[in-house]
């Protein structure tokens, strides 16, 4: 079965504090995206990186960065956090090409105070 | 990517087909409707994807207009497992990323 882990499922952060969010998969995918989910929003994109080194802003990139160092392992970084970047945050994965089933991890719950 | 249009909540009871609506006016001809789920708690999770024929599988049966501006989700025999969010997308298949909405929310009740 295909796993995408999380680094954390819940977090708390002070304002300011630069944040990482770390995913890892293990089913050697190229794609790899991060998501917030905020009630009555459904999930946003942020970025997505459809291989090594390389990435791509979603709708709400702002605030926000991303690292893919290796394959397996996708990080979004919060500079800077904010108390509007609290929310849910869910990493996914995908096969390259005409791929059409994504992958979800099982989110991190990000608090920012 | 084409817009979509999904209904905020429905109820659907147990045991019952749940037919969940998504209106996708300005689908291009290149452009796949995909349909998946978040169950509370959990991530999404791929139901059925399909271009203008009806489409099945174990999970859920999808059906598309002939002018393709719309489709329908059908769950055939709905349980209470089945209570979740239900997102319909459209996009063009070549595409890497995925747009989700905000959805429908399912409950199935007893």
């Known amino acids: 079965d295909v796993k995408v882990t999380q680094s954390s499922r819940y977090l708390v952060k002070r304002t300011g504090e630069k944040v990482f969010l770390e995913c890892v998969q293990d089913?050697?995918?190229?794609?790899m995206f991060w998501y917030r989910q905020d009630p009555g929003l459904g999930l946003r994109l942020i970025y997505f990186?459809?291989?090594?080194?390389?990435?791509e802003k979603g709708d709400i990139p702002e605030g926000y960065s991303v690292s893919r160092e290796k394959k397996e392992r996708f990080s979004l970084i919060l500079e800077s956090a904010s108390t509007n970047q609290t929310s849910m945050y869910l990493c996914?994965?995908?096969?390259?090409?005409?791929?059409?089933?994504?992958?979800f991890g099982p989110g991190t719950r990000l608090t920012v105070t | 990517d084409a817009k979509t249009t999904q209904p905020t909540s429905m109820d659907c009871a147990e045991g019952r087909a749940a037919n969940l609506p998504c209106n996708h006016s300005t689908i291009s001809g290149n452009e796949y409707v995909y349909w998946y789920r978040q169950i509370h708690s959990q991530g999404p999770q791929y139901i059925i994807h399909g271009l203008k024929n009806n489409e099945t599988n174990e999970m859920a049966s999808l059906i598309i207009t002939e002018d393709r501006k719309s489709s329908t989700l059908i769950l055939p025999h709905a349980t209470l497992r089945d209570t979740a969010v239900y997102y319909c997308?459209?996009?063009?298949?070549?595409?890497?990323?995925?747009?989700f909405g905000a959805g429908t929310r399912l409950t199935v009740k007893p």
């Open positions: 996914a994965s995908s096969t390259g090409g005409d791929s059409y089933e994504q992958y």
């Open positions: 089913m050697d995918h190229e794609n």
């Open positions: 997308i459209v996009r063009v298949r070549v595409r890497n990323d995925m747009r």
């Open positions: 990186s459809y291989d090594v080194k390389m990435k």
